[in-house]
């Protein structure tokens, strides 16, 4: 079993079914981001000492960005619902109950919702926190030098990671453009597309239907 910064990587069937699955189908940016959410989210999970199955936490964190990619990305569902749904599917096959599920399906959906997976249940807190340290730097001092030196050194971020995973983000959405209204990736499309027009929640209000 790999152990990395003091982290086991999970090594079940299901788990390294999983990990060949993300290695087939993402890019490697994606792969190592993925492992590197796990990784950091293990530790924060350590440091509050939390309790939840880390092979939960794995899944969420390999699945996370699933819905970015071909054959998983839809035409009109966000991508995190995509990536969930993903995730979703593979663990019925494996026969996980219901209640795990639905912490897996959760932890995805909601990654880029700030402000509600910390409440919910570890498996849901841990990879928004995974993602957040290892894309927006948040936490970056609760973690030891070591620390972060192992993961990166195992699952390196390279050269142009954060211009990388923004592109990745907009490769993802582009062609939905609807999906990012009240979500953060509509701030990588305003980056990145020069026809995004973003759509503005009052203007929705002022405009509906509703004669008052």
């Not at 619902?81 to 959760?106: M, P, T, Y």
């Not at 926190?129 to 927006?136: I, P, Q, R, Y």
């Amino acid at each position: 079993m790999t152990t990395i910064a003091g982290i086991q990587i999970p090594d079940s069937m299901m788990a390294r079914e999983a990990t060949q699955l993300v290695r087939d189908t993402e890019t490697e940016l994606l792969y190592h981001h993925s492992r590197r959410v796990f990784l950091f989210g293990s530790l924060a999970g350590a440091r509050k000492q939390l309790k939840y199955d880390p092979e939960l936490l794995y899944i969420g964190a390999m699945f996370h960005d699933m819905g970015l990619v071909a054959p998983y990305s839809s035409e009109h569902d966000r991508f995190e619902v995509d990536g969930a749904n993903a995730a979703r599917d593979f663990l019925q096959r494996h026969g996980i109950g219901e209640d795990d599920i639905e912490q897996v399906w959760n932890s995805i959906a909601l990654h880029t919702t700030p402000g509600i997976p910390q409440y919910m249940k570890p498996v849901v807190a841990l990879v928004t926190a995974g993602v957040e340290m290892d894309v927006l730097g948040l936490a970056y001092d609760e973690f030891t030098e070591h620390q972060r030196h192992e993961v990166i050194h195992a699952h390196p971020r390279g050269a142009h990671f954060k211009e990388g995973i923004i592109d990745a983000f907009a490769h993802g959405t582009i062609h939905k453009p609807e999906t990012t209204f009240g979500n953060v990736k509509a701030d990588v499309l305003a980056l990145k597309d020069p026809h995004y027009h973003r759509e503005n929640f009052c203007t929705m209000i002022l405009g509906s239907s509703w004669k008052d």
